[in-house]
């Protein structure tokens, strides 16, 4: 094995979870997610030895994901289904569950690009720096992306517990 491939199986090994836990999280998809990484860590292995600084490889492969994930829609065709052909699942009710999609909803429910940078920061750490060379802008303006998501979110608590209040 060469020296490069030892390399770039070291970055696969450490960063595959990552880049598939941000690649679902873009398209809630486990198949387009997987795809996605698949995409991503292709493009990665053409253009590996143009990467000179190795300790910027997960930004890059993030950046690469969020591209890729982009790219798809540029050739989606959508699908459809036979509704009569549909399987329907029971709903499971748990606390857990449904605390974990109350969330999502509320994710959701934000501007794509605040939320993504929420995640971004949130959900992975990165600096408003890393956060704004993925994103192709200014740190100032993830740093508002961040602060509007962080305020529509506090917003929605102060809602739901008015709706409570009420009822």
């Known amino acids: 094995m060469s020296r490069s ?36 860590l292709l493009r990665a292995w053409k253009s590996f030895d143009k990467l000179q600084d190795v300790k910027a490889a997960r930004s890059w492969l993030i950046t690469t994901v969020r591209r890729e994930n982009l790219r798809r829609f540029e050739r989606y065709q959508p699908t459809t289904v036979d509704v009569d052909e549909m399987e329907y699942l029971p709903a499971v009710a748990t606390d857990d569950v449904a605390t974990a999609d109350e969330i ?4 959701a ?23 704004a060379e993925i994103m192709d802008t200014t740190p100032a303006a993830v740093g508002n992306r961040v602060y509007r998501a962080r305020q529509r979110l506090l917003q929605q608590d102060v809602d739901a517990t008015k709706r409570e209040v009420q009822a």
């Open 5 to 40: 491939r030892r390399e770039f199986s070291v970055l696969v090994d450490a960063y595959a979870q990552d880049l598939y836990r941000y690649a679902y999280w873009l398209c809630r998809d486990p198949h387009v997610a997987e795809d996605l990484v698949q995409e991503t």
């Open 104 to 107: 999502r909803t509320r994710l």
């Open 109 to 131: 429910s934000l501007p794509v690009v605040d939320r993504e940078a929420l995640l971004l920061q949130a959900g992975y750490g990165y600096s408003l720096k890393e956060i």
